[in-house]
C-alpha cells in the first residue's frame, strides 16, 4: 500500500523560501514519477510541479523559476523547494504519485 507523508509547511512572509519534503513507502521509488499539487481554500486542486523517475522536470507557469522539485531516491523522497513565495501561493500542498496522495503540509504566505 502507498503510504505518502509530506512535511515543512508552515507561515512564511512574502519573499520568503520553504523546503517541502515528500516521503514515499510502499512503492520502489525510484521507477515512478512525483508529483506536487496544491489546493488553496475553496479551489480545486492543482498541479504544481512534476519530475520523473529519470529526473526530468516540469512546472507550472505560476512556480517556474521560484520552485525547483527535487528527489532523493535513496531517501525515498522528493523535495519542491519554494522561493520568492507570494500570497497566492497559500495552500495545502500535497505529493502525488500512482493515483495515491499523502494529507498534505500547510503552507501560508503572509505578512
Known amino acids: 500500500q502507498v503510504q505518502l507523508v509530506e512535511s515543512g509547511g508552515g507561515l512564511v512572509h512574502p519573499g520568503g523560501s520553504l523546503r517541502l519534503s515528500c516521503v514515499a513507502s510502499g512503492i520502489p521509488f525510484r521507477l515512478y514519477a512525483m508529483d506536487w499539487y496544491r489546493q488553496a481554500a475553496g479551489k480545486q486542486r492543482e498541479w504544481v510541479a512534476g519530475?520523473?523517475?529519470?529526473?526530468?522536470?516540469d512546472y507550472d507557469a505560476s512556480v517556474k523559476g521560484r520552485f525547483i522539485i527535487a528527489r532523493d531516491n535513496a531517501k525515498n523522497t522528493v523535495y519542491l523547494q519554494m522561493n520568492r513565495l507570494k500570497p497566492e501561493d497559500t495552500a495545502i500542498y500535497c505529493c502525488g504519485s500512482t493515483g495515491s496522495w499523502g494529507q498534505g503540509t500547510q503552507v501560508t504566505v503572509s505578512s
Open positions: 519530475i520523473g523517475s529519470a529526473g526530468g522536470t
